[in-house]
């Protein structure tokens, strides 16, 4: 088992910045890979980035690379997505998710084993 608790949510003026943590609680937090996703009242879970379990490869999504960064510190059992230049748009709630399972895509749903509760992250215009 996994547990995955998500801080640093909150809100922010379009142009700022957040650094989101994922505190992961079980089994050892190099065996699996990382993920985000975000979700805006009314829409669908969308993929926003992921990173594999040596933290050598990170995945984006177009509509956030070059603002977002993820990060792992697997001594410390935490993942990290920093967000800059924030839009409105990236106005939902976050979730971190793990990928325990070998083999498969980071960018859906169905891929990943455990999530977190989510942290709202509010941009204001």
């Known amino acids: 088992q996994v547990q995955l608790v998500e801080s640093g949510g909150g809100l922010v003026q379009a142009g700022g910045s957040l650094r989101l943590s994922c505190a992961a609680y079980?089994?050892?937090?190099?065996?699996?890979?990382m993920g985000w996703f975000r979700q805006a009242p009314g829409k669908e879970r969308e993929f926003v980035g992921a990173i594999s379990r040596n933290g050598g490869s990170t995945y984006y999504t177009d509509s956030v690379k070059g603002r977002f960064t993820i990060s792992r510190d697997n001594a410390k059992n935490t993942a990290y997505l920093q967000m800059n230049s924030l839009k409105p748009e990236d106005s939902a709630v976050y979730y971190c998710?793990?990928?325990?399972?070998?083999?498969?895509?980071?960018?859906?749903?169905?891929?990943?084993?455990?999530w977190g509760q989510g942290t709202q992250v509010t941009v204001s215009s």
């Open positions: 998710a793990a990928q325990v399972r070998y083999g498969l895509g980071y960018g859906e749903t169905s891929g990943y084993d455990y």
């Open positions: 079980g089994r050892t937090f190099s065996s699996y890979a």
